[in-house]
């Protein structure tokens, strides 16, 4: 899988399949991290969330960097400029010795779990190992661009066969760094509860109360108690499971899957044509970068801003910078601006790597059960036509859990005297040809047992014309589908 297949596959997850549940999983992933003194001291340290207003841009430049560099396309100009910024405001802190590797890698690690944590908790479906290679794939991709090691990783000296196996390595490694460092601290609580004011700062004081006890009831044990927070009353944690049960069943029994027009758009295609700037969709206590229009002054939802005495967009002059955002600008308004011929370098850097090109060796086999097609190798010297040919190494079956109709899973395995590439989103699954050298036909391996079990063997003819598929041996047993827990 190469990071831009792994860019669309996360791309349709964010837009169509889970927005609301990766939306919140990621600003919970960076909560989180607040839950580590070594990371919670040094933003107590910078001021910059020292009060909700300083607060409120951090989570913007946040915004603003993150949805740059995951939303655009791994190679694109915009996904580039983020990387760099990112890395721009990080490096400083690195080569002071303030930020260390491992909190480096634990924060990459939360950004990378926490939405497929999250899917797995809250939505109405589980990530098939396509998804979570996805996953894999281009955060470690990101992590690569951003110069973090792995080599706390049990096998980052040597590699990773797959995608899954770097997720199990770093979800070990990750859970590890938690058992020692996620301890209780003044820092941690202090974020934290800046935080909770800066989500909860529309409601009326009366409601506080019950909302920081349901925020309390989503926390894990750990990081609660790393927080300073007491635990909530059992009603509550009663009443957010029963919550997540009756929305997972009303998303897959009741809901249509999401039309195109309903898709949920992170950040504008193209820039102010007046200011040549971008501007944020949404904001949570405070404009920024939000144009001004009439709606946002004047709509309902301003008048009920307006209300609970909130700022709207154009409020306070330029304050909020309302002309849009640079990514080159992003960040504490003491670095805004700065930084140009660092970023310049690592622009540079990128440029010359293959961004879009591989970042882990493919997924595994598919689960024997699955309900599969499997399709002939090409001979060697044929040509590449529009029917999809693959070898006996490459497996497609339907997602039957995904509501998007032209989204199947595939799985890629490697061979190799024939490496090709499966890009799976659009209306078909499409097979491009990437190199062929072998000498003799690839290896087609041991056949899981069912396929013998129909009558078929190792020893079928594979160059003739017809496709050999299990709708005339009979279909295998269907078993370890993805289902709802």
Same mark, same amino acid.
């Given at each position: 899988? #190469?990071?831009?297949?792994?860019?669309?596959?996360?791309?349709?997850?964010?837009?169509?399949?889970?927005?609301?549940?990766?939306?919140?999983?990621?600003?919970?992933?960076?909560?989180?991290?607040?839950?580590?003194?070594?990371?919670?001291?040094?933003?107590?340290?910078?001021?910059?969330?020292?009060? +909700?207003?300083?607060?409120?841009?951090?989570?913007?430049?946040?915004?603003?960097?993150?949805?740059?560099?995951?939303?655009?396309?791994?190679? &694109?100009?915009?996904?580039?400029?983020?990387?760099?910024?990112? !890395?721009?405001?990080?490096?400083?802190?690195?080569? @002071? /010795?303030?930020?260390?590797?491992?909190? +480096?890698?634990?924060?990459?690690?939360?950004?990378?779990?926490?939405?497929?944590?999250?899917?797995?908790?809250?939505?109405?479906?589980?990530?098939?190992?396509?998804?979570?290679?996805?996953?894999? #794939?281009?955060?470690?991709?990101?992590?690569?661009?951003?110069?973090?090691?792995?080599?706390?990783?049990?096998?980052?000296?040597?590699?990773?066969?797959? =995608?899954?196996?770097?997720?199990?390595?770093?979800?070990?490694?990750?859970?590890?760094?938690?058992?020692?460092? +996620? *301890?209780?601290?003044?820092?941690?609580?202090?974020?934290?509860?800046?935080? *909770?004011?800066?989500?909860?700062?529309?409601?009326?004081?009366?409601?506080?109360?019950?909302?920081?006890?349901?925020?309390?009831?989503?926390?894990?044990?750990?990081?609660?108690?790393?927080?300073?927070?007491?635990?909530?009353?059992?009603?509550?944690?009663?009443?957010?499971?029963?919550?997540?049960?009756?929305?997972?069943?009303?998303?897959?029994?009741?809901?249509?899957?999401?039309?195109?027009?309903?898709?949920?758009?992170?950040?504008?295609?193209?820039?102010?044509?007046?200011?040549?700037?971008?501007?944020?969709?949404?904001?949570?206590?405070?404009?920024?970068?939000?144009?001004?229009?009439?709606?946002?002054?004047?709509?309902?939802?301003?008048?009920?801003?307006? /209300?609970?005495?909130? *700022?709207?967009?154009?409020?306070?002059?330029?304050?909020?910078?309302?002309?849009?955002?640079?990514?080159?600008?992003? /960040?504490?308004?003491?670095?805004?601006?700065?930084?140009?011929?660092?970023?310049?370098?690592?622009? @540079?850097?990128?440029?010359?790597?293959?961004? =879009?090109?591989?970042?882990?060796?493919?997924?595994?086999?598919?689960?024997?059960?699955? !309900?599969?097609?499997?399709?002939?190798?090409?001979?060697?010297?044929?040509?590449?036509?529009?029917?999809?040919?693959?070898?006996?190494?490459?497996?497609?079956?339907?997602?039957?859990?995904?509501?998007?109709? /032209?989204?199947?899973?595939?799985?890629?395995?490697?061979?190799?005297?024939?490496?090709?590439?499966?890009?799976?989103?659009?209306?078909?699954?499409?097979?491009?040809?990437?190199?062929?050298?072998?000498?003799?036909?690839?290896?087609? =391996?041991?056949?899981?047992?069912?396929?013998?079990?129909?009558?078929?063997? &190792?020893?079928?003819?594979?160059?003739?014309?017809?496709?050999?598929?299990?709708?005339?041996?009979? &279909?295998?047993?269907?078993? !370890?589908?993805?289902?709802?827990?």
């Amino acid at each position: 899988m #190469t990071n831009n297949d792994a860019h669309a596959i996360l791309k349709e997850l964010a837009e169509f399949e889970f927005p609301s549940v990766i939306k919140a999983s990621l600003f919970f992933a960076l909560f989180k991290t607040y839950g580590i003194p070594s990371i919670a001291d040094l933003l107590v340290e910078t001021g910059q969330l020292a009060n +909700m207003s300083t607060s409120s841009k951090r989570a913007a430049d946040t915004s603003v960097i993150l949805n740059e560099v995951s939303i655009n396309h791994p190679t &694109s100009e915009r996904a580039i400029e983020g990387i760099s910024r990112m !890395n721009y405001l990080h490096n400083g802190y690195r080569k @002071a /010795g303030k930020i260390s590797d491992a909190d +480096m890698l634990y924060t990459l690690s939360l950004f990378t779990l926490e939405p497929m944590r999250w899917i797995r908790r809250f939505e109405w479906r589980l990530l098939t190992d396509l998804e979570k290679c996805a996953f894999a #794939t281009f955060w470690k991709g990101l992590g690569d661009a951003m110069d973090i090691p792995y080599t706390a990783l049990k096998s980052g000296e040597t590699g990773w066969p797959d =995608g899954l196996q770097w997720l199990e390595e770093l979800e070990a490694w990750s859970l590890d760094y938690e058992d020692k460092a +996620m *301890v209780p601290a003044e820092s941690n609580k202090r974020l934290a509860l800046n935080t *909770v004011d800066l989500l909860f700062w529309q409601l009326p004081h009366s409601w506080r109360g019950i909302a920081d006890k349901f925020v309390v009831a989503l926390l894990e044990p750990r990081l609660r108690i790393a927080m300073m927070f007491p635990n909530s009353p059992q009603k509550y944690h009663s009443l957010l499971a029963a919550f997540i049960h009756l929305r997972r069943l009303l998303l897959r029994y009741l809901f249509l899957p999401r039309p195109w027009f309903m898709r949920t758009p992170y950040i504008p295609t193209h820039p102010d044509p007046i200011t040549g700037r971008f501007h944020m969709r949404k904001y949570r206590s405070h404009p920024w970068y939000m144009k001004p229009t009439l709606w946002r002054r004047w709509g309902p939802k301003a008048w009920l801003t307006w /209300g609970v005495g909130g *700022v709207l967009p154009g409020d306070d002059g330029d304050k909020y910078h309302p002309e849009g955002y640079l990514v080159a600008e992003a /960040g504490p308004e003491h670095k805004r601006g700065k930084g140009k011929s660092e970023m310049a370098d690592t622009q @540079a850097r990128l440029h010359k790597q293959n961004r =879009g090109g591989y970042a882990l060796i493919p997924c595994r086999h598919p689960p024997e059960s699955s !309900n599969l097609t499997r399709i002939r190798p090409r001979p060697q010297g044929g040509s590449l036509q529009s029917d999809i040919e693959k070898i006996p190494h490459f497996w497609r079956h339907p997602n039957p859990h995904n509501r998007r109709s /032209g989204y199947q899973t595939v799985t890629q395995c490697t061979d190799p005297g024939y490496a090709m590439e499966l890009t799976t989103m659009s209306a078909a699954v499409e097979l491009e040809e990437r190199e062929v050298k072998y000498d003799e036909p690839p290896d087609l =391996g041991e056949l899981p047992s069912w396929a013998s079990d129909h009558g078929w063997d &190792s020893d079928d003819d594979w160059g003739d014309d017809k496709e050999d598929s299990f709708d005339s041996l009979g &279909s295998p047993p269907l078993m !370890n589908q993805p289902h709802i827990s």
